[in-house]
């Protein structure tokens, strides 16, 4: 398999006319320029995708079921052609209209959701598949080391049917860690994992990933785990990119109604534009779109950005509470009949039916033409 050197070296070679047109200078270890892919010719299942990942970077590709996080991993893979646009790897050319290069030729490494081991084969074996280039003495020592790495040291003589899941999981992040790959693309790799398990997994991976400054495409439908694993973001819906930003920018000033609603709790409070300024029942907000004077707009609000203060004479009413461990989850309803949401520390503990005045903080909200289709 390749080592850095190759990495480098492929990216900067090229000595022929044909060959130089195939690779272009390494800025970015993976692009996709307008990337189209489609099972069906009238039907793209992803369309006019963009984005670069940085050396060491970890980037997750969110978004809900047959949004077509898949279908662009496998594009990265070789697995999928295009059908329009290009996918760089290392400033090469692999993928373009009527040109993929073979999977095995871009050094990839992949983890799916059932982590595909051999089951034949011992835990060492397993790690070594992608090795047999190497001297035996180079291969026991490569291995070695990703059982170190990895945790796995004492397991090597195991079969995957004598392993947990989390152990299986990390078998097969080392046997693709193990041959040095230029991008690590990771298929929901916590799905098979109860709850703890993947925390703890999430976490181990993610001080792994740093240690070996692996550069690393990440899909997952799960918000929590995007925001704890990613440097940054690519919200996708039905098969195009909605916004590509940092956890914390996605959370804050998602670009759309969609990205807000889909990676966490978010209330759309509508007002009218009057002066530059948004009037709603939850108070004034400034008008960041300039929309034109009398225009209808809604605002996106974050529970942590609503404080709910029990008072007597307040129009609102606590309708229900979700403890929620760290916090309490309110849901209250507005004097209109409008729900929206408060998170107060779980020690604040008021009854359903409490009436109190809420207080928004105005530092986070976004301003949309329209809320997302309910
Ligand atoms: N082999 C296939 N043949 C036809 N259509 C397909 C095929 N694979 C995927 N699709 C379609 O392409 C679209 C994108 O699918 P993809 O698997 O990439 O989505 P996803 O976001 O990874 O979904 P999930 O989270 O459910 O795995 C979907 O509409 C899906 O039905």
């Known amino acids: 398999m390749m080592t850095t050197d190759a990495r480098t070296n492929r990216a900067g070679a090229g000595n022929t006319q044909a060959q130089a047109d195939l690779y272009r200078p390494a800025s970015s270890i993976l692009e996709l320029r307008s990337v189209s892919c489609a099972y069906e010719p009238a039907r793209p299942a992803v369309h006019d995708i963009s984005f670069l990942a940085r050396e060491g970077e970890i980037l997750c590709l969110l978004g809900p079921s047959g949004c077509g996080k898949t279908t662009i991993l496998r594009a990265i893979a070789g697995f999928e052609p295009v059908r329009s646009g290009e996918i760089f790897l290392s400033g090469r050319l692999v993928s373009s209209s009527g040109h993929t290069i073979p999977t095995e030729e871009r050094h990839v490494g992949m983890v799916f959701q059932e982590y595909a081991l051999f089951p034949h084969l011992r835990v060492a074996d397993n790690i070594a598949f992608g090795l047999r280039h190497l001297s035996k003495g180079e291969r026991r020592n490569r291995v070695q080391e990703m059982l170190c790495l990895t945790g796995l040291e004492g397991f090597e003589r195991r079969y995957p049917h004598e392993l947990s899941g989390g152990q299986q999981q990390r078998v097969a992040l080392s046997r693709a860690l193990v041959q040095n790959p230029v991008v690590l693309l990771l298929d929901e790799p916590f799905s098979n994992l109860d709850p703890d398990m993947a925390s703890r997994m999430r976490q181990e991976l993610h001080v792994l990933l740093r240690r070996m400054k692996t550069t690393t495409i990440l899909v997952t439908h799960d918000h929590d785990e995007a925001f704890a694993m990613a440097d940054r973001i690519a919200v996708l819906n039905k098969g195009a990119l909605e916004q590509m930003d940092t956890p914390e920018q996605i959370y804050h000033v998602p670009a759309t109604p969609f990205v807000a609603d889909f990676v966490g709790q978010a209330d759309f409070i509508p007002g009218q534009v009057r002066s530059g300024t948004v009037h709603t029942e939850l108070g004034e907000f400034p008008d960041t779109l300039q929309s034109a004077e009398g225009a209808s707009v809604v605002v996106m609000i974050r529970p942590d950005d609503i404080h709910a203060v029990p008072d ?58 329209e809320a997302p289709p309910a």
């Open 312 to 369: 007597r004479s307040a129009g609102s009413r606590i309708v229900a509470r979700q403890f929620r461990g760290s916090e309490n989850l309110y849901t209250i309803r507005l004097p209109s009949g409008q729900l929206v949401h408060s998170s107060e520390s779980s020690t604040s503990v008021y009854q359903e039916g409490a009436a109190v005045e809420l207080r928004v903080s105005a530092t986070h909200t976004v301003i949309f033409r």
